[in-house]
Every structure is written in C-alpha cells, then in structure tokens.
C-alpha cells in the first residue's frame, strides 16, 4: 500500500510467465500518485516471474504464485481480496501512464451515477518499438455492439458496480473485458469517457489475441450476440476473415 491513507484503488495484476515485462507494469502502478492496494496473482511462472514478485513483495498487499484457474478467476480473486471503493486490474505485460488512476478517480467523482471511467490508449508494439492508439470511443451500445471501444488497462471501475455484476465471467478467456462493459452499462448504466491517454496496451508475440485470433474472435461474437438481443451485426462476419486469418498471415 502506498503511504498510510486508506487504498483509495484495489489493483490486482494477473500475471503467467510474463516474468520480462512484470517489473516495469508493477513500477508503472506503483509511481500513481494514490494510496493502492495491489495484489498479484501468477499462475505459477518458471521464467523468473517469482524474482521479480519477491522484489516488490514489501509494497504488495498481497501475492501467490500456483496454478488457476485462468485470467479471470485470478482477477475476481485478487479483487475479492481488497477493500478499496474503486477496482482495475492491469496485465503484466501492460502499463499505466502516470496519474492515470488519479485522474480515472477524479472524473467518477464528479459523476457519481457512472459505474466506472476509461481513457485512452496506444499500443506498443514490443519488437519494433512503434506506437499506435488504440481504437477508444465516447460510449454508445451501437458502436459497442460493432467492436470494443473500451481499452481494459485504462479503466477504473466503482467496486459497488463490479460487486453488483459479479465481476468477470471465469468461463471466457479471451472477450473477458468485452463482456464485463456490456454488463457493467446493461446493470449499472453507461460509463464515462476521459479523453486522454492512460496507458499503454503492449503487443507481442505471445498475447492471447494474436496467439489466437480465431478463438477471441468467436467468444466476442458470442458476447456481442448474449448481449445485443441475439443480434450480431454484419460487420462481424464481413470482417472476420481479414482480423483471423489475413493478420495470423501477417504476422
């Protein structure tokens, strides 16, 4: 926990064999300027991960390192554990820019009837080093129903919101975040915008969506069509095949 203040933010950060890119997420959450508490939650690494853990161990609030049950079971987990008013998490391979939950914190507090905020974010491609923003939106179902337009490492969540939900769906692996925005507006009402950049989304080799493509794009149709009245509009289908297959290709 930083400081002696209450956790203003619960941070939990799931993390498997991502022992490369965990320092730099946990001194990315560490260098806001609020009181945190933040726990990780590592699927039982044997690339160094558990170095990297016992070295920020002092200033975690919580830790372990087994076997689980997948991404979103170690999150629901790790936040179940705080008691902070306000929630995220953040993959290790990911960062926050700094001031980023301070200013997520700021503008929920001056809309008390939004579930929770989101930013914007750039990608950072890992082997070239080149940056490009994500595809982030003012919130509107219609264009959630077209594509995710919430960027997951730049957002913070009211914890009455993520309770009121259950948290994530442990079933998905890969639309896990899709999912909990469409349940978060359909429960507890649409989320705030903050234009202006948060974090950073980083893109490598071993991610999920570009290890599998097909299978991240099947279980986000399948939210979209759980969510969207059974509907799943066009655009879906006529894209798909350039998102799974021409970009596998691409590399």
């Not at 008691?83 to 990911?94: E, K, M, Q, R």
């Not at 082997?127 to 982030?136: C, E, I, K, L, N």
Request: hydrophobic share 45%; charged share 20%; aromatic share 10%.
């Amino acid at each position: 926990m930083n400081g002696t203040h209450p956790p203003a933010v619960t941070v939990a950060v799931p993390s498997f064999e991502q022992g490369r890119f965990l320092a730099a997420a946990l001194e990315s959450v560490f260098a806001q300027d609020l009181p945190l508490e933040v726990f990780v939650a590592d699927g039982g690494s044997r690339d160094g991960s558990l170095a990297v853990i016992e070295r920020f161990a002092p200033r975690l609030a919580g830790w372990r390192s087994h076997p689980d049950r997948g991404q979103a079971a170690a999150i629901n987990e790790c936040i179940a554990r705080g008691t902070a008013p306000l929630v995220c998490w953040l993959n290790s391979d990911d960062m926050l820019l700094p001031g980023a939950l301070e200013r997520l914190l700021r503008e929920l507090a001056a809309a008390p009837d939004a579930p929770m905020a989101y930013g914007r974010a750039f990608d950072l491609d890992d082997a070239s080093g080149r940056q490009a923003p994500v595809w982030v939106e003012h919130f509107d179902p219609r264009r959630l129903a077209l594509r995710c337009i919430v960027s997951q490492p730049a957002t913070l969540i009211r914890r009455s919101a993520w309770e009121r939900v259950g948290g994530l769906d442990e079933s998905l692996q890969m639309a896990l975040d899709y999912d909990l925005w469409w349940r978060l507006y359909r429960a507890c009402g649409a989320p705030l915008f903050v234009d202006a950049p948060l974090a950073v989304n980083r893109v490598h080799a071993h991610t999920k969506t570009r290890r599998y493509r097909a299978r991240h794009y099947r279980e986000a149709i399948a939210v979209v069509r759980r969510h969207n009245g059974g509907h799943v509009p066009l655009k879906w289908w006529l894209y798909q095949p350039y998102a799974v297959w021409f970009k596998a290709l691409a590399g």
